[in-house]
């Protein structure tokens, strides 16, 4: 009898510090979805808006080939995307967390000062690397094109003609889907840099000595100790960098111009310009429960 009143006592006192949180989360979170959720059964009213007609139409007429293709094309650009955070980003938070404790927060420092600037700033200059006009290409079709022409002129070869005529133009590099995953890239490599360092920097590393002293080599030690041990970094960088590059709408709309269009995109001019809501809600939502059946994947990986 006397634990009752302490117990309770607890319960209130967690229900007072949860409050905040689950006031927010209900007001903000579930509720709106609860509403895009009703809306994805209606239909575009004449001018807009919504028509209470609940139906399944929308969400059948996101399996028309046009939408398929296109998120098909966002699910490869987002896998791309990932696998290539992690081919980067493993390696260079296992640099970082394998440093003196000293330069540890350097490096993590450096990782993050380009990340304070602006989001929009960041991909602007990707626009201005990327172009006709830009770095990439000035190199490309000035620096190059003139030191093979110079070339040319003095060792008269056939195979001057050629290589002039290729470097002329620009690199087709604006407006593409490998625009679109470098930006990607970039916008979320410290998403699965951080997770994965915070794995390495917790390896019990006596168990690496314990598998060379087995006569293990390093990529055994690696593949057999160090990736198992850190898998819960590598899941949880995934997923931070698959998510948001599968939603995403503002780099494929800056980079990838009306050629290389996403999922994201399609959303976004669904409320914005056709104002068909039901039908971008279904979109919504269909997008969700991929990401969804994606997350529960990656944790079943991870858990395993």
Not at 236 to 241: E, F, K, N, R, T
Request: proline residues 6%; glycine residues 8%; contains cysteine.
């Amino acid at each position: 009898m006397a634990t009752q009143p302490r117990s309770r006592r607890e319960t209130w006192r967690l229900l007072f510090l949860t409050f905040p949180s689950l006031f927010w989360l209900v007001i903000f979170f579930l509720i709106p979805l609860i509403v895009v959720f009703a809306i994805s059964f209606g239909q575009r009213g004449t001018y807009g808006g919504v028509r209470w007609n609940l139906n399944l139409e929308n969400y059948a007429r996101f399996f028309d080939p046009l939408y398929l293709r296109i998120f098909g094309r966002t699910l490869v650009i987002a896998l791309t995307t990932t696998v290539i955070c992690l081919l980067i980003g493993y390696p260079l938070a296992y640099f970082i967390a394998t440093r003196p404790p000293r330069w540890r927060n350097v490096f993590l420092l450096l990782l993050m000062i380009p990340f304070w600037t602006n989001f929009l700033v960041r991909t602007y200059a990707w626009i201005l690397i990327l172009r006709d006009q830009g770095l990439i290409n000035t190199l490309w079709t000035g620096s190059l094109h003139a030191g093979l022409l110079y070339l040319s002129s003095r060792v008269p070869l056939p195979i001057w003609g050629p290589l002039l005529s290729a470097t002329a133009d620009p690199l087709p590099l604006f407006g593409t889907d490998g625009a679109i995953i470098v930006g990607l890239v970039y916008g979320w490599l410290p998403d699965m840099v951080l997770p994965c360092y915070a794995a390495i920097e917790r390896l019990d590393y006596s168990l690496v000595e314990a598998a060379q002293d087995l006569y293990a080599n390093r990529l055994k030690s690696f593949l057999r100790v160090i990736l198992p041990l850190t898998m819960s970094g590598i899941v949880a960088g995934s997923i931070l960098v698959f998510i948001p590059s599968l939603g995403a709408y503002v780099i494929p709309d800056l980079l990838g111009g009306a050629k290389s269009i996403m999922i994201g995109n399609v959303i976004y001019s669904q409320f914005m310009s056709a104002r068909d809501y039901p039908f971008g809600s279904a979109i919504s939502f269909v997008l969700m429960a991929v990401m969804l059946v994606g997350t529960l994947i990656y944790f079943r990986m991870g858990t395993e």
